[in-house]
């Protein structure tokens, strides 16, 4: 389990994370939201360690992170795994060696079982036949998909996904969105996930975070999102007539159901 | 940590930070064998990348030297053989070291803080981290490393092609026959000059791979920024080339 405990962030002069405290759920699809400059990013950064906060407490498993040193904070970094928002692939390895660096750089496992590895997971993510591409000549969903792979390689028990459909087409966005639901139900893995992606708030959200001017400004679920009233939250995710009018029906077929 | 590269100070903030870069990127590797590797690919880089141009600059620098030294000592009562001697000493003590350096600060400097700055601004750095490898000494360590070991080959190539480009221009200009020349190389030989050759390149190799490092490794913000760091890279390392250049002639000589 992932708590996180009256998290600050400022740089310089400038507040950007002001006393965030939630739970992200284990084993399920966590969810942080808001406007661009809402403090997503750095929230999420300062979860996985790559900033500091300036003050709060960050707790893997009740381990407080931030005041772990870096051997310690190594140790749990094995159990992370992170899909960036370029997917952030090594540029001079090819899909198959960006897969196998985490297992090449921190198991003893052979040549034979390293290559089995990567070839399963590569398969999970329905990327076979791309191992010797480099990053520069495949696309940006494929991209993405190795990204993924390099992050659950070394089965982490957490995955942190920074925008995983920034850049890609609605259909590549589901297909992404698919796999990581698929993947953190199969591996029983906690995801979080920073997100614009409103497909994916309605569709994916088992826990929802929103942020708003660097405060947490309401927690929920996908079922709830439809149900509240803050009026930041339903600006931001029904920001569009079409998608007011989408959140009405909703609630009409919810009020009919109960 | 990614967290340094957004803090900003003044000079004594950078020169602390990078010793700290310095400190760190010696640290003991998590994997000995994948750091070999890396070892390897940038002394491939560094030493076989830049040879041509090692080759092609050092012999145009001995030719001209053994020119204009011969159209200076034709108008005295020195003997030609001399030209030989003069190229041969400051190939070796200043020519070859420190000429090959500012053409390396160019080449490899550059190329190494628009590496690492491409590195961070497209979240590869931060890949690496979050997986728990020390980026400092599985990025930059290696990089030192390589270049440390692969200068002085460069510039010991260097100093042997500018002697033998002025023998060249020697004969070709007609002031100064290849024997005379020869004898002019093989009048005396001092030991001590080679060491002094070798140290220089070793420390100048090391200046222009970690300012230019650390140029890269803590480049944040656009693109522009990228062509920012490569330029600060390429003239800090100049500069420092030629400080210490001076400080190791003080010191060796």
Same mark, same amino acid.
């Given at each position: 389990m992932i708590e996180v405990k009256d998290l600050y962030k400022s740089f310089g002069d400038q507040? &950007?994370?002001?006393g965030i405290t939630t739970t992200f759920l284990p084993g399920k699809t966590n969810l942080i939201i808001g406007q661009s400059g809402s403090g997503k990013t750095v929230m999420l950064k300062c979860v996985v360690g790559l900033l500091n906060p300036t003050e709060g407490h960050v707790l893997f498993d009740g381990q407080?992170? &931030? %005041?772990?040193d870096l051997d310690e904070k190594n140790k749990i970094r094995q159990q992370l795994g992170m899909l960036f928002q370029g997917s952030a692939?090594?540029?001079?390895?090819?899909v198959e060696e960006n897969v196998m660096f985490p297992l090449e750089m921190f198991t003893k496992m052979s040549k034979s079982e390293k290559q089995d590895r990567v070839n399963e997971v590569l398969k999970r993510v329905n990327? &076979? +036949?791309?191992?010797?591409?480099?990053? %520069?000549?495949? %696309?940006g969903g494929m991209q993405k998909r190795t990204g993924i792979a390099r992050a659950i390689v070394m089965n982490p028990k957490y995955l942190f996904c920074d925008?995983?459909? %920034? +850049?890609?087409d609605p259909q590549t966005s589901i297909v992404v969105d698919e796999l990581i639901k698929e993947i953190t139900e199969e591996y029983n893995i906690t995801t979080v996930i920073n997100t614009h992606d409103m497909n994916s708030v309605v569709t994916h959200g088992e826990k929802i975070l929103f942020l708003y001017k660097g405060n947490k400004h309401w927690e929920g679920d996908k079922v709830s999102l439809f149900e509240a009233e803050n009026k930041e939250l339903l600006d931001f995710i029904f920001a569009s007539d079409f998608l007011k009018e989408a959140r009405n029906v909703r609630l009409d077929k919810l009020k009919k159901q109960i | 940590m990614a967290e340094y590269v957004y803090d900003s100070g003044g000079p004594l903030f950078h020169v602390g930070r990078y010793v700290l870069m310095v400190k760190r990127s010696i640290?003991?590797?998590?994997k000995a064998i994948m750091y070999w590797k890396e070892t390897l690919r940038q002394m491939y880089n560094i030493g076989v990348g830049s040879v041509v141009i090692i080759l092609l600059i050092s012999f145009f620098i001995g030719a001209v030297s053994s020119f204009q030294f011969a159209y200076n000592l034709s108008?005295?009562?020195?003997?030609?053989?001399y030209v030989g001697y003069v190229v041969k000493e400051s190939m070796i003590l200043e020519l070859a070291p420190t000429v090959s350096c500012l053409i390396l600060a160019g080449k490899v400097g550059s190329n190494l803080a628009s590496e690492l700055g491409t590195m961070r601004l497209t979240e590869q750095i931060d890949a690496y981290e979050i997986m728990g490898v020390n980026t400092f000494s599985y990025l930059i360590g290696p990089k030192i490393l390589a270049a440390v070991t692969m200068v002085p080959f460069l510039v010991t190539i260097a100093a042997i092609t500018g002697i033998w480009g002025g023998m060249i221009s020697g004969s070709l200009s007609g002031y100064v026959s290849s024997n005379d020349y020869l004898q002019g190389v093989l009048m005396t030989f001092e030991a001590k000059n080679i060491v002094v050759m070798l140290v220089k390149a070793a420390v100048f190799g090391f200046l222009l791979t970690s300012i230019s490092c650390y140029q890269g490794f803590y480049a944040h913000g656009s693109a522009l920024e990228i062509g920012k760091a490569s330029t600060t890279a390429v003239v800090l390392s100049c500069v420092m080339v030629l400080f210490a250049d001076l400080i190791l002639a003080w010191l060796l000589l």
């Amino acid at each position: 389990m992932i708590e996180v405990k009256d998290l600050y962030k400022s740089f310089g002069d400038q507040q &950007v994370l002001k006393g965030i405290t939630t739970t992200f759920l284990p084993g399920k699809t966590n969810l942080i939201i808001g406007q661009s400059g809402s403090g997503k990013t750095v929230m999420l950064k300062c979860v996985v360690g790559l900033l500091n906060p300036t003050e709060g407490h960050v707790l893997f498993d009740g381990q407080d992170y &931030v %005041s772990m040193d870096l051997d310690e904070k190594n140790k749990i970094r094995q159990q992370l795994g992170m899909l960036f928002q370029g997917s952030a692939l090594f540029d001079s390895l090819t899909v198959e060696e960006n897969v196998m660096f985490p297992l090449e750089m921190f198991t003893k496992m052979s040549k034979s079982e390293k290559q089995d590895r990567v070839n399963e997971v590569l398969k999970r993510v329905n990327l &076979v +036949g791309a191992n010797k591409k480099f990053p %520069s000549q495949i %696309s940006g969903g494929m991209q993405k998909r190795t990204g993924i792979a390099r992050a659950i390689v070394m089965n982490p028990k957490y995955l942190f996904c920074d925008e995983p459909n %920034s +850049g890609l087409d609605p259909q590549t966005s589901i297909v992404v969105d698919e796999l990581i639901k698929e993947i953190t139900e199969e591996y029983n893995i906690t995801t979080v996930i920073n997100t614009h992606d409103m497909n994916s708030v309605v569709t994916h959200g088992e826990k929802i975070l929103f942020l708003y001017k660097g405060n947490k400004h309401w927690e929920g679920d996908k079922v709830s999102l439809f149900e509240a009233e803050n009026k930041e939250l339903l600006d931001f995710i029904f920001a569009s007539d079409f998608l007011k009018e989408a959140r009405n029906v909703r609630l009409d077929k919810l009020k009919k159901q109960i | 940590m990614a967290e340094y590269v957004y803090d900003s100070g003044g000079p004594l903030f950078h020169v602390g930070r990078y010793v700290l870069m310095v400190k760190r990127s010696i640290a003991k590797p998590e994997k000995a064998i994948m750091y070999w590797k890396e070892t390897l690919r940038q002394m491939y880089n560094i030493g076989v990348g830049s040879v041509v141009i090692i080759l092609l600059i050092s012999f145009f620098i001995g030719a001209v030297s053994s020119f204009q030294f011969a159209y200076n000592l034709s108008k005295s009562m020195v003997p030609m053989y001399y030209v030989g001697y003069v190229v041969k000493e400051s190939m070796i003590l200043e020519l070859a070291p420190t000429v090959s350096c500012l053409i390396l600060a160019g080449k490899v400097g550059s190329n190494l803080a628009s590496e690492l700055g491409t590195m961070r601004l497209t979240e590869q750095i931060d890949a690496y981290e979050i997986m728990g490898v020390n980026t400092f000494s599985y990025l930059i360590g290696p990089k030192i490393l390589a270049a440390v070991t692969m200068v002085p080959f460069l510039v010991t190539i260097a100093a042997i092609t500018g002697i033998w480009g002025g023998m060249i221009s020697g004969s070709l200009s007609g002031y100064v026959s290849s024997n005379d020349y020869l004898q002019g190389v093989l009048m005396t030989f001092e030991a001590k000059n080679i060491v002094v050759m070798l140290v220089k390149a070793a420390v100048f190799g090391f200046l222009l791979t970690s300012i230019s490092c650390y140029q890269g490794f803590y480049a944040h913000g656009s693109a522009l920024e990228i062509g920012k760091a490569s330029t600060t890279a390429v003239v800090l390392s100049c500069v420092m080339v030629l400080f210490a250049d001076l400080i190791l002639a003080w010191l060796l000589l």
